[in-house]
T-cell receptor, first 113, second 116 residues
Framework: ETGVTQSPTHLIKTRGQQVTLRCSSQ?????VSWYQQALGQGPQFIFQYYREEENGRGNFPPRFSGLQFPNYSSELNVNALELDDSALYLCASSQRGLGTEAFFGQGTRLTVV | KNQVEQSPQSLIILEGKNCTLQCNYTVSPFSNLRWYKQDTGRGPVSLTIMTFSENTKSNGRYTATLDADTKQSSLHITASQLSDSASYIC???????????????FGKGTHLIIQP
């Protein structure tokens, strides 16, 4: 176990709805990154939070947003869900710095119908 | 363009056999290279992480090699077990500049199936 927990593990939503996914980072880690992984593909970077501020963003529209809390846990919010948003959403926690390991949670499987 | 290419895309071998997975990358500058094992529908789990100066690292039956000159890495699995069935993802990290992206470039993975 990595010490990174995500909730919920599975979720089914209807197109147009909004969803919030949660991630508790590993103790001592101050950086959380979120990824979207479609079936058969590698994870795609959504954004990263460092000390409660967005620290970098991938090629995702503004309806993907996030938060990081003082305890370094994080949320990923997706508005106006589309069918293509169906994927495994992964969060990874790390301690910012060169060569640091990133530990992944078990993921949240989101299905949009 | 920063890319990580993995081969083969998928592989089926018999239990007890050895196999080698390949990773070629064009990422620059380079900080480290990581191999992850990902079971279906689960998060990736780290196997090895190697910096520029390391050319081999082992974790049990898994041995990773790195040639930073040719920008190639391999993951060798010895005496495969049924539980080795998973996707193996190669990830190359750039030094985190603090903005734009998280500095990680992921391969698409090699899907490995171990048959009894």
């Amino acid at each position: 176990e990595t010490g990174v927990t995500q909730s919920p593990t599975h979720l089914i939503k209807t197109r147009g709805q909004q969803v919030t996914l949660r991630c508790s980072s590993q103790s001592g880690h101050n950086t959380v990154s979120w990824y979207q992984q479609a079936l058969g593909q590698g994870p795609q970077f959504i954004f990263q939070y460092y000390r409660e501020e967005e620290n970098g963003r991938g090629n995702f529209p503004p309806r993907f947003s996030g938060l990081q809390f003082p305890n370094y846990s994080s949320e990923l919010n997706v508005n106006a869900l589309e069918l293509d948003d169906s994927a495994l959403y992964l969060c990874a926690s790390s301690q910012r710095g060169l060569g640091t390991e990133a530990f992944f949670g078990q993921g949240t499987r989101l299905t949009v119908v | 363009k920063n890319q990580v290419e993995q081969s083969p895309q998928s592989l089926i071998i018999l239990e007890g056999k050895n196999c080698t997975l390949q990773c070629n990358y064009t990422v620059s500058p380079f900080s480290n290279l990581r191999w992850y094992k990902q079971d279906t529908g689960r998060g990736p789990v780290s196997l090895t992480i190697m910096t520029f100066s390391e050319n081999t690292k082992s974790n049990g039956r898994y041995t990773a090699t790195l040639d930073a000159d040719t920008k190639q890495s391999s993951l060798h699995i010895t005496a495969s077990q049924l539980s080795d069935s998973a996707s193996y993802i190669c990830v190359v990290a750039r030094p985190n500049s603090g903005g734009g992206a998280d500095g990680l470039t992921f391969g698409k993975g090699t899907h490995l199936i171990i048959q009894p």
